[in-house]
């Protein structure tokens, strides 16, 4: 059974930052394309940042410089360190792997609110 689990969501003011979390279970993280993604009310599923499984990373526009996105192997885990934080990053943040369209923003996921 795969399971991804968001945590380290939260309220914070704008310049401020967080750190997302994505544990896997069922699931190995290391030897996949991943990919965090955001979803605000009446909007779509917004692709934020990948990590293949190479390293090689990728992030949108409007969070290139701010967002790192990264995996620790060991713990099965991926990250987001988000800093400089505005209020139009607020969303509900999901991972999910790239190769599962349908789950792009099908999880739990974690909320971000900016103010």
């Known amino acids: 059974h795969v399971q991804l689990v968001e945590s380290g969501g939260g309220s914070v003011q704008a310049g401020g930052s967080l750190r997302l979390a994505c544990t896997a279970s069922?699931?190995?993280?290391?030897?996949?394309?991943m990919g965090w993604f955001r979803q605000a009310p009446g909007n779509e599923c917004e692709l934020v940042s990948t990590i293949a499984s190479d390293g090689s990373t990728y992030y949108a526009d409007s969070v290139k410089g701010r967002f790192t996105i990264s995996q620790e192997n060991a713990e099965n885990t991926l990250y987001l360190q988000m800093n400089s934080l505005k209020p139009e990053d607020t969303a509900v943040y999901y991972c999910a792997a790239m190769s599962i369209p349908s789950l792009w923003c099908g999880g739990q996921g974690t909320q971000v609110t900016v103010s």
């Open positions: 069922g699931f190995t993280i290391g030897g996949a394309n």
